[in-house]
């Protein structure tokens, strides 16, 4: 319960504004954020831009009163840390011209978008845990790009148009699951 | 899993002839369902991929998104980010391993403003310039980079040449980089331009600069105080400093307002 306690302490720290509360986090968070960042192709400065937007995203979002989190704050701001650096890597992979001059009113969009995907990100993996063990661990391999031969093997699956067919329904299940959620078409409806 | 399932996976997969896929964006184009049913599919593949995100549109208005926008922007919003950035100047500036560098900046600013002090009550100025205190206290270490990540590019260039000291070419190179892009520079940039442009002594175009900065709206803005306090101390207009500073103090949450406060009674 003391951990509860203090964890509410760190969130409301982060809806308030409270720097002692915010530096508390940084303490307790940043060190596993920079070993991160470090072991997946960043820098220093990396850590400290992913780590203040993860902050931002997370007291923007939290702002809204029926916000809770299910899990502990450190772990929950850290998911969102590498979430914000996978973020980061894709745009930079998809970045054509170097040179853009960094605008800071660009930057907020850029919070706001990141905060929706995150909700979004988290639906998805709410809704992959709501599905069979059976599935949940065929798809994983699936989703990252794991060949169908090898998934064979590792499942022990006789062929792999087994394998295969049993993806499909997999994700179909899957994809309903999503389809069915009201969250789902609130972040979709325009 | 119907037709439908099993034809965007092929789709989604390359796995049709270039006819079939004709025939398929045809269907996809006829009819919104199915376009919807083929936007999950392609959302799954990305977001469960964990090496992939999910980028959504820049110009998506989803209400989430402009919701999201509108408190960034609001005061509120400017607020809790400046808080986010100052805890983290504070965890650095007592984690960090040049700290003890700082620390010695500290307490070297902190000893001339006290002898700058100490001078100035005792009236040993008959008429007294006030650009030691703008020396005193001036420290640029905190602005922000002005690159995110990539630091080949120009910009990176002129923040180099800015902390090296280089003022004049780093102001040159800023110039260009305006005249380049055919752009005004963003707020962050400008900063670093009238910082520079007092560096050398072309103070008035400092002043300049610095009052568009209080005047706009960036989440900047009310750094302005601070720098236009710093920019009057310089040409010794003591009347326009006080002025500055004494907004500054009437507002916690703006930059620097604990040496405001200081500065101000020390001018007072």
């Known amino acids: 319960m003391i951990t509860q306690k203090h964890d509410d ?3 409301q720290s982060l809806i308030t504004g ?3 509360g915010i530096k508390e986090i940084y303490g307790k968070v940043y060190p596993k954020v920079l070993a991160y960042i470090y072991k997946h192709d960043g820098i220093e400065d990396d850590a400290k831009d992913v780590m203040q937007k993860a902050l931002l995203q997370l007291s923007l979002r939290a702002q809204d009163k029926s916000f809770t989190i299910s899990s502990s704050f450190e772990g929950y701001l850290f998911t969102i840390c590498k979430n914000v650096w996978r973020r980061e890597v894709k745009i930079r992979k998809n970045r054509v011209t170097n040179s853009v001059v960094f605008d800071p009113l660009h930057e907020e969009r850029e919070i706001a978008l990141a905060a929706y995907e995150q909700e979004k990100w988290e639906l998805f993996q709410e809704k992959l845990i709501s599905i069979s063990e059976n599935c949940r661990k065929i798809l994983g391999y699936f989703f990252n790009k794991v060949p169908y031969s090898k998934i064979a093997k590792e499942l022990d699956y006789a062929t ?4 295969r067919q049993r993806i499909f329904k997999c994700k179909s299940k899957l994809k309903e699951a999503i389809q069915s959620d009201s969250r789902y078409k609130e972040l979709k409806e325009l | 899993m119907s037709n439908l399932d099993q034809e965007i ?4 997969n390359g796995e049709m002839t270039p006819d079939e896929s004709l025939a398929f ?5 006829s009819s919104l369902t199915i376009r919807k049913e083929f936007e999950l599919y392609r959302e799954m593949n990305i977001v469960y991929n964990e090496q992939d995100w999910e980028i959504t549109d820049v110009s998506n208005e989803h209400p989430k998104i402009n919701q999201h926008l509108t408190f960034l922007k609001s005061k509120k919003g400017e607020i809790l980010a400046e808080s986010i950035k100052n805890a983290e100047n504070q965890y650095f500036a007592t984690n960090s391993i040049g700290n003890k560098k700082k620390y010695l900046y500290y307490i070297s600013a902190a000893a001339a403003i006290l002898i700058i002090g100490l001078f100035i009550a005792s009236k040993l100025f008959t008429s007294p310039s006030h650009e030691h205190l703008y020396l005193a206290h001036k420290d640029w270490s905190d602005l922000p980079s002005l690159t995110i990540r990539n630091n080949t590019n120009k910009l990176a260039s002129a923040e180099k040449l800015f902390k090296a000291q280089n003022y004049k070419a780093a102001l040159d190179l800023f110039n260009k980089i305006e005249q380049e892009n055919n752009t005004k520079s963003n707020w962050q940039v400008l900063i670093y331009k009238a910082i520079a442009q007092l560096e050398i002594n072309q103070n008035t175009l400092a002043i300049e600069n610095f009052k568009k900065l209080k005047q706009s709206n960036s989440l900047d803005a009310h750094k302005a105080y601070w720098y236009l306090a710093l920019a009057y101390l310089k040409v010794n207009d003591i009347t326009n400093a006080k002025s500055e500073l004494i907004e500054l103090t009437k507002h916690s949450e703006y930059y620097n307002h604990k ?4 500065l101000l009674k020390k001018l007072e």
């Open chain 1, 9 to 11: 302490y760190l969130l």
């Open chain 1, 18 to 20: 409270n720097e002692k």
């Open chain 1, 160 to 163: 792999e148009n087994t394998v």
């Open chain 2, 9 to 12: 996976e092929a789709y989604l």
């Open chain 2, 25 to 29: 964006e045809k269907k996809l184009e």
């Open chain 2, 259 to 262: 040496s405001g406060v200081k």
